[in-house]
């Protein structure tokens, strides 16, 4: 072969490569162009698409984006989380500017409903909603006090002035003899109202202690940061609450959490600072006064008058004991640090908190530590994931006193009494021939008992949702909440009274009672959710779930009496071993159910909701571990008819709504309710046993 016909062959091989690369070039061009919102702002991570391809781009923190689209491509596909997506037909443009919208569904019109979201104007069953609006310049430490007078139907009432103490929210009324306290839903995980004490036994008189020393009740949402709330759905009626079926007697309260919005990180800092006084002090008498009622007395039954009071109206004012246990000026402040932001596929919230308050009550105050975080990932165009988990500690300190609290005790003390001798040492009344004139010094009460409780909690959930096509979606969740506390109350030795004559009160041993205890939670729930809207007219939601979940509580109680050591070192191993006490509290409660669920709306008329869900629980005798929870509601949404037209302008939404439904209360105070059984009790000749409860095999929901 010639030099000629190789030299000829070389190049009709290079004038082919480059026709190739000419042409390869020529199917492919480079478009550019900035993603901004309705408002003009850049959004950065927003998701650039060539339609029908998997070849995608995101843009960068200016909102600048840049792709290759083929020739025989021409629609780029624009998505970001919290906004509507858009199709860009690119025509012969390289540079293009896609402005995105908010999507027409937010939080604000949104209702929580159970194992999913509806719109508020679709909503049939009677719910009240609470957003973060509306609590955010409550200065409370929980959140159920928070509800107070924002949610109609729902009432508040404080049990006790003390900071952390538990509330009683009753949603229209009392509807249960086993608790009255909502069935609690954060973020999925759901949370018994009905809160065990803080201590407590079945021996009334353990540790020398009486009940009302031992059981002092926790709020179970003092633990959550009332900063990190994005909303508080109060499901009320039987039709909406039919969905959680024998958890839902007493109303069901749905708590979510904030997430990541669109846009970059933004940093939140909220923080107060204040004090609290007690706003009415009842008119007592002071001490001249008490001395001319004493006198009188006195005249009245023929006694003798007691010589300090010959001339009342030169005594002076006297003790004051409201003033004596109220503080002035107790502090409470709150700090919360966020931090949070979405790229357009990923979501993130996390937050970090800290609360104190101090009670109005010497010997009373509350604080918490907190965390939370809550990460949501659009993997792809078919599956989500994403998991919230908060973490806190708290611990309540709780002024006591005997049976009815040191401020019954403070307004029954005489003002003749005063609060500490000459010499700092606590005083009291005076005892004349063998009779004490007076009650127990009630500040006394207040800062010698230690009686504090200690708790720790994390909760979370992990969920993944898979999208089969567009109006199909099965929702996948496993759910978690675990609870740590320690409790103590150490009554002291004392001996204490007036100066110069005996001691008014005595207690010559120490009684010491700790609890520890430990409380799980799982909760592993499966459902398929299926939304679609037919001819633009009807509108159909369905949901069928299974869902299992398994509850376990194990504690200590020990108490001992009669310290060696005194009042200095408070162990259980330093108590007379006589008096030991010893009681384990432990059980466990599951449950298996099944859940249905259809929304059909006409024309944004008409709608009808109705559920059933099937509970079988471990609390009840065979034969009677499974019920049936069924619910309807429908509406007439009458703002939509042609003869409200002129109305509209004064009435906004009016809805005609009737519903229907079944509930019941699965919690029996425990998971052998239905059975015989004993309890250990010490007896002369050793440990023995009672009856601790007898069998109703027929106890039912």
């Known amino acids: 072969m010639g030099k000629k016909t190789i030299l000829a062959r070389v190049m009709l091989l290079l004038a082919c490569t480059l026709s190739f690369a000419f042409i390869s070039f020529a199917q492919v061009r480079k478009i550019s162009g900035t993603v901004k919102d309705d408002k003009g702002v850049p959004l950065s991570g927003a998701t650039v698409q060539i339609k029908g391809t998997k070849t995608a781009t995101a843009t960068n923190a200016n909102g600048i984006f840049s792709i290759e689209l083929p020739s025989d491509a021409n629609t780029l596909v624009v998505s970001y989380v919290g906004m509507v997506p858009s199709e860009v037909t690119v025509g012969n443009r390289s540079v293009i500017q896609v402005n995105l919208t908010p999507t027409a569904v937010n939080l604000s019109n949104v209702v929580v409903i159970g194992y999913g979201t509806q719109r508020r104007r679709d909503v049939n069953g009677a719910i009240s909603s609470v957003t973060a609006k509306d609590i955010q310049n409550i200065p409370q430490p929980s959140i159920d006090q928070m509800l107070q007078g924002k949610a109609a139907g729902v009432t508040v009432t404080l049990n006790s002035g003390a900071p952390g103490a538990a509330v009683s929210v009753r949603v229209r009324g009392i509807t249960s003899f086993t608790g009255s306290e909502p069935l609690y839903v954060v973020d999925g995980v759901a949370i018994d109202g009905n809160a065990p004490a803080q201590l407590s036994s079945n021996d009334k008189n353990i ?33 909406a609450t039919a969905i959680y079926g024998s958890r839902g007697a007493n109303g069901v309260v749905i708590i979510t959490t904030k997430k990541g919005r669109a846009g970059e990180a933004k940093i939140n800092y909220d923080a107060y600072y204040g004090m609290q006084d007690q706003g009415k002090f009842l008119k007592m008498m ?39 246990i109220f503080r002035h000026g107790a502090p409470q402040t709150s700090h919360a640090l966020s931090v949070s932001g979405s790229n357009g596929k990923t979501d993130y919230y996390i937050s970090g908190g800290f609360f104190y308050q101090e009670g109005t009550v010497i010997g009373s105050d509350f604080n ?20 919230s988990v908060s973490a806190n500690r708290n611990k309540s300190d709780v002024g006591l006193g005997n049976s009815y609290g040191i401020i019954y005790n403070a307004l029954l003390q005489a003002p003749d009494a005063a609060v500490y001798n000459a010499d700092g040492s606590y005083a ?14 009630p500040v006394q009460q207040a800062l010698s008992i230690t009686n504090f409780l200690t708790r720790g909690n994390v909760q979370g959930n992990l969920y993944a949702d898979i999208k089969f096509m567009k109006d199909l979606t099965l929702h996948s969740e496993m759910d978690g909440n675990f ?34 205890n430990f409380d799980s939670y799982w909760n ?8 679609h809207t037919f001819a633009g007219k009807h509108a159909v939601s369905a949901l069928v779930g299974h869902e299992v979940w398994e509850s376990n509580y194990d504690g200590i109680n020990a108490s001992t009496k009669g310290f060696t050591a005194g009042n200095t070192i408070q162990t259980l191993n330093l108590g007379t071993q006589s008096s030991n006490t010893l009681d384990e509290p432990k059980g466990s409660t599951s449950m298996e159910s099944w859940i249905v669920r259809v929304i059909y709306t006409y024309n944004n008329k008409y709608s009808i909701t109705a559920t059933d869900r099937r509970d079988r629980s ?43 439904g079944t509930t019941g209360n699965s919690n029996t105070g425990g998971g052998y309710k239905y059975g015989s059984a004993i309890t250990p009790v010490v007896t002369g000749l050793g440990t023995g046993f009672s009856f601790a409860n007898f069998s109703n095999p027929n106890l039912t929901r």
């Open 207 to 239: 540790g020398g202690l009486s009940p009302s020393e031992q059981e002092r009740s926790p709020s179970v949402l003092a633990s959550i940061n009332p900063n990190d709330i994005e909303s508080i759905d109060v499901l009320k009626d039987a039709s």
């Open 286 to 324: 002071d001490l001249p006064q008490y001395a001319a009622f004493e006198n009188t007395l006195a005249d009245e039954f023929g006694l003798n008058r007691r010589l300090e009071f010959t001339d009342p109206g030169k005594l002076g004012p006297g003790t004051n004991w409201q003033h004596a």
């Open 368 to 387: 918490r530590y907190s965390f939370h975080t809550n990460i949501n990932s659009q993997v792809n165009d078919w599956f989500k994931i994403g998991t």
């Open 428 to 441: 009291g009344p005076a005892v004349v021939n063998g009779t004490v004139l007076g009650g127990q010094n």
């Open 483 to 516: 609870d740590w506390g320690h409790a103590k109350i150490f009554k002291p030795t004392y001996s204490y009274g007036a100066t110069g004559s005996a001691p008014a009160y005595v207690n010559t041993q120490a009684a010491l009672l700790e609890n520890n």
């Open 524 to 531: 592993w729930l499966e459902h398929l959710n299926y939304n």
């Open 618 to 660: 471990s609390n009840f005798a065979p034969g009677h571990q499974v019920g049936y929870f069924p619910g309807v509601a429908v509406s007439w949404r009458l703002s939509e008819e042609p003869f409200m037209e002129k109305l509209n302008k004064f009435v906004s939404n009016l809805k005609i709504r009737i519903g229907y």
